[in-house]
């Protein structure tokens, strides 16, 4: 399901970027974001290779919250 459904939208998402990354100026907020996501791609469609890994990251964000915020 992975391969078939979210590789390619990871695919064109990575597209998109380097689209966009060559149109804007190069100290942009918005280059920045696109660079940070470049510079961290192989984490995030780690998904796509590692069944194992979730898709939602909030189970792990609500262990990280100390127990007086829950």
């Not at 992975?2 to 918005?30: C, D, I, M, V, Y």
């Amino acid at each position: 399901m992975r391969q078939a459904e979210s590789r390619p939208l990871a695919e064109n998402l990575h597209h998109w970027f380097r689209e966009q990354r060559a149109k804007l100026p190069g100290r942009s907020p918005t280059a920045d974001a696109i660079r940070y996501a470049m510079n961290h791609w192989h984490g995030l469609v780690r998904f796509l290779e590692v069944g194992r890994v979730d898709l939602d990251t909030n189970p792990i964000e609500r262990a990280m919250r100390p127990a007086s915020n829950r």
